[in-house]
């Protein structure tokens, strides 16, 4: 037997990959089917949706907002202009949004920029913000090119992670139940407990897979769900219990991945560089591509799943996408984990 083949038939016996049809056809919004420009999307972290329903998408060319109709582009001319080039979109509590841009932070309510903040005016490290999580107290956690730092409205913290990180460039932060921040970098993943103490994980002295971080997803079992660049998902358990997934021991399509979220019924979804995204269910695998669904780019720069169980995903430069349906399998709704 020819040995590509013989290693296909055990990646298809023992990581069976099946088809979640309902899900492959998802409604796009790009310049095309809109009218507006709303791409590109580059960013796993610039989408959010307020208390009203309203989406708020960051692109290379500005904010969108869409209520179920139509994409708006949000005026930023006057003493509402800030930088187009929004990398994040967060949503507190009091529906102010958080925009971070390639100059700075921007804090907007009510159609107008409240604040703006960068070096000159902050601790912030830098003015390149790479990504932004609100913790269950409401501090802002932002991370930059060249480490992370706090703000809790009053008072600004910095972590310089650079004495233990060859490359403190944040792309990720999660918080865990207990208090516990999760931070994805270039340079491995860092822990930090509500005092302030904190941990780097790494290649070296874990089970982590890689150290180039993407993104960091915890779900309602507190389990990490760790997207790396070169050598795929790794899943860390509140017990601490490790485990890898990559191309040759699971249905992965490659090791590049970019983003994770998991849906109502406890599917995973990842999104990956150039293979498009991959669904799991605990046990079996789909993946979806520019050849088998609708996507328009098999580059997936975020997938965020609503309340509503409605997976927006973000097509890179091709806009975005909307599935409103469940994951299948067989027929029936799948879900939990193994």
């Not at 269910?281 to 520019?290: L, S």
């Not at 996507?295 to 430069?317: A, H, P, Q, V, Y």
Request: proline fraction near 1%; hydrophobic fraction near 35%.
């Amino acid at each position: 037997m020819n040995i590509k083949a013989g290693r296909l038939i055990f990646l298809l016996l023992f990581f069976p990959v099946v088809a979640f049809s309902q899900i492959g056809n998802w409604e796009i919004f790009n310049e095309s089917t809109t009218g507006d420009w709303i791409d590109p999307v580059r960013s796993s972290d610039a989408f959010d949706i307020d208390s009203k329903g309203v989406v708020w998408l960051g692109t290379y060319n500005g904010i969108f907002t869409y209520e179920g109709e139509k994409w708006t582009l949000v005026e930023t001319k006057g003493d509402n202009h800030f930088n187009p080039h929004i990398n994040v979109v967060e949503i507190d509590q009091d529906d102010t949004k958080w925009f971070g841009t390639l100059w700075g932070l921007i804090e907007y309510k009510d159609g107008a920029v409240v604040n703006k903040y960068d070096k000159s005016n902050s601790k912030l490290l830098t003015n390149t913000i790479t990504c932004i999580t609100i913790d269950a107290n409401g501090k802002k956690w932002i991370g930059t090119s060249k480490g992370l730092c706090t703000w809790d409205g009053s008072q600004w913290q910095e972590f310089e992670f650079n004495t233990e990180l060859k490359d403190a460039y944040v792309q990720s932060i999660a918080e865990e139940t207990n208090g516990d921040m999760w931070i994805g970098t270039k340079s491995g993943l860092v822990q930090i407990d509500p005092a302030g103490d904190w941990q780097l994980y790494t290649s070296s002295n874990s089970e982590l897979s890689d150290n180039d971080i993407r993104y960091v997803y915890i779900d309602d079992n507190q389990t990490k769900w760790i997207a790396t660049f070169n050598r795929g998902l790794t899943r860390l358990t509140e017990s601490g219990r490790w485990k890898v997934m990559h191309t040759r021991n699971s249905g992965l399509p490659e090791n590049h991945v970019l983003c994770v979220d998991k849906d109502n019924d406890g599917n995973i979804y990842v999104g990956t560089l150039s293979k498009g995204m991959a669904v799991y269910d605990g046990k079996n695998w789909a993946k979806y591509n520019m050849k088998n669904s609708t996507l328009k780019t098999n580059t997936i720069s975020f997938i965020k799943i609503d309340e509503d169980n409605n997976k927006w995903i973000g097509m890179f430069d091709q806009g975005v996408a909307l599935s409103k349906a469940a994951a299948i399998v067989d027929g029936k709704k799948s879900g939990g984990e193994e």
